[in-house]
Every structure is written in structure tokens, then in C-alpha cells.
């Protein structure tokens, strides 16, 4: 009890402080990144870390320098992979929010609505180009863009590709409940194997998707028939319940594949 009291009486004010600001501070951090894929990684950093000082305080010394070494470049890396997570989460329009606020939660893609638009325009033989980015940042391939800011609805989706819309050439980029962008030019592939009645909506929806992890919807004005692209895949969608199968394992929504299995 007698050194309890000690020990009691030993703290500052100062230290009662300096434990409380970063306490708060590490909450926060903890707050703001819980909804990143950046979050499982921020923590391996942390232990590893933990790692370091207790290797330099039983004096291994040549062990703290790898780890040290190691958490030094997996950092770097961190900044590079999930940049565009991590400026996400500082576009913060208001100070309270980043000192004491909640962050906004990640709204669903609404998968039925933008399902039942494609199959509308197929059948109207209206050409879309529809692009739902992954984790990669896409900023530095496509062009042109100008931001849109829109609900999604099927009403919306339809007047941005109605033939007299200045921007019905170019993609709409659809990131959570908003289209974001429209009039987006994207890169065109110069595969030879591809079929000779693709047109510049085909070439445009593979040359964004063997480049980044976007997933991509194009709609042939000609055919009015669907596809769906990412990576090296050009899947023809004939239902709507496949097509909302491939944008909910897109968007991580389910884990079963289109093919319906686990």
C-alpha cells in the first residue's frame, strides 16, 4: 500500500497529460482508419514496432535494425498501395470531425438500380460505359472527366447516355451511392486478339481494366448486348441476376462468384 501511495505521488501533472493527449491520439487514429484495408496493416506496423524495442532493451541489437529496417520500408509501401484510402480518410471538411468526430460511413453501391438501368439500355440499344473502380487508383489512366457528384438512379444513369447528352461517349465512374464522374476518356488497348466488331466503348472498357482492378460494364449501342470486363476477362452477361453477381464480388458485397459457386 506504502509504495502504491509512492508511486502515486511520484506522477507530474505533466505525465497524466502526456499519457492522455496520446492515448486520445492513438483512439483516433484507431477511429478514423477502422474502416481502411489499411487498418490490418497499420496494426502489423504497431507490433512490429512493439518488436523493435524490445529487441534494443535485451540488447539484440542486429535484430532491432531489421525490424526497424523492415518497418521503414513496409511504411513506405503502405503510403504508396493505399494512398488513395489514406487521402480519402484526411478529406475531412471540418477540423471537429478529425479531432473528435465520427468519419462518414462508406455508403453501399446500389447494385438492383444500376442492374436494372443496363438492362434498360441494352434493350434500348444505348451504348453506356459504366466503371467501378478497386483499390488502384485510376486518376493517373483515364481523362477528361468532369465531376458530377449524382444519386443513382435509373432515370440519371439513362439521361447521361442518351445519344443528344454532350458527355454520352465518354465513361461515368460510380464510386459508393454517387456517380462521381462523367465524360471520362479511357485508355484504349491495342490488343490484336480482340474481336474485329469491338468498337471504341470495348477497346476502351480492356484497356482500363489490364491496367488497374476496375471493374468495367460496357453496353454495345449495335448488338445491345452487355459485358462486363476486368483484368483479362471479357464476360457476356445475358441476365440481370448475373450481372448483379459480378458488381456485388466486385464491390465485396457477396462471396460467392457469378458462376454461383463458393
Known amino acids: 500500500m506504502d509504495g ?51 529487441a534494443v532493451s535485451i540488447g539484440l541489437i542486429v535484430t532491432s535494425w531489421v525490424i526497424q529496417g523492415i518497418t521503414a520500408v513496409a511504411a513506405l509501401i503502405i503510403i504508396v ?8 480518410v484526411f478529406q475531412i471538411k471540418n477540423i471537429k470531425t478529425l479531432f473528435w468526430g465520427l468519419p462518414q460511413q462508406p455508403f453501399h453501391t446500389p447494385v438492383q438500380i444500376i442492374a436494372d438501368s443496363v438492362m434498360d439500355l441494352a434493350r434500348k440499344r444505348i451504348g453506356a460505359l459504366i466503371v467501378f473502380p478497386g483499390k488502384e487508383d485510376i486518376n493517373e489512366k483515364i481523362q477528361n472527366g468532369i465531376l458530377w457528384d ?28 454517387r456517380i462521381h464522374e462523367v465524360g471520362v476518356i479511357l ?29 468495367i460494364v460496357v453496353v454495345s449501342e449495335e448488338r445491345g448486348t452487355i459485358q462486363v470486363v476486368k483484368g483479362s476477362e471479357i464476360t457476356p452477361v445475358l441476365k440481370k441476376d448475373d450481372l448483379e453477381k459480378h458488381l456485388q464480388q466486385h464491390l465485396g458485397l457477396v462471396v460467392k462468384d457469378p458462376s454461383g459457386q463458393k
Not at 498501395?81 to 480519402?88: A, D, G, L, P, Y
Not at 432515370?155 to 459508393?176: K, R, Y
Not at 485508355?187 to 471493374?215: C, F, I, K, M, N
Open 4 to 54: 502504491f501511495l509512492i508511486f502515486l505521488q511520484s506522477i507530474r501533472w505533466q505525465d497524466v497529460v502526456d499519457i492522455t493527449l496520446n492515448s486520445y491520439i492513438l483512439f483516433r487514429c484507431y477511429v478514423i482508419f477502422r474502416i481502411t484495408n489499411a487498418f490490418r496493416i497499420l496494426i502489423g506496423l504497431a507490433l512490429l514496432w512493439i518488436f523493435q524495442r524490445l
Open 81 to 88: 498501395v493505399f494512398r488513395n484510402e489514406i487521402r480519402s
Open 150 to 177: 449524382g444519386a443513382i438512379s435509373k432515370e440519371m444513369i439513362t439521361s447521361i447516355f442518351w445519344e443528344d447528352n454532350p458527355v454520352h461517349d465518354g465513361a461515368i465512374i460510380i464510386e459508393g451511392d
Open 187 to 215: 485508355p484504349l488497348s491495342h490488343r490484336q486478339e480482340l474481336p474485329s466488331y469491338y468498337g471504341t466503348r470495348h477497346r476502351a472498357a480492356v484497356g482500363l481494366a489490364e491496367s488497374t482492378d476496375s471493374l
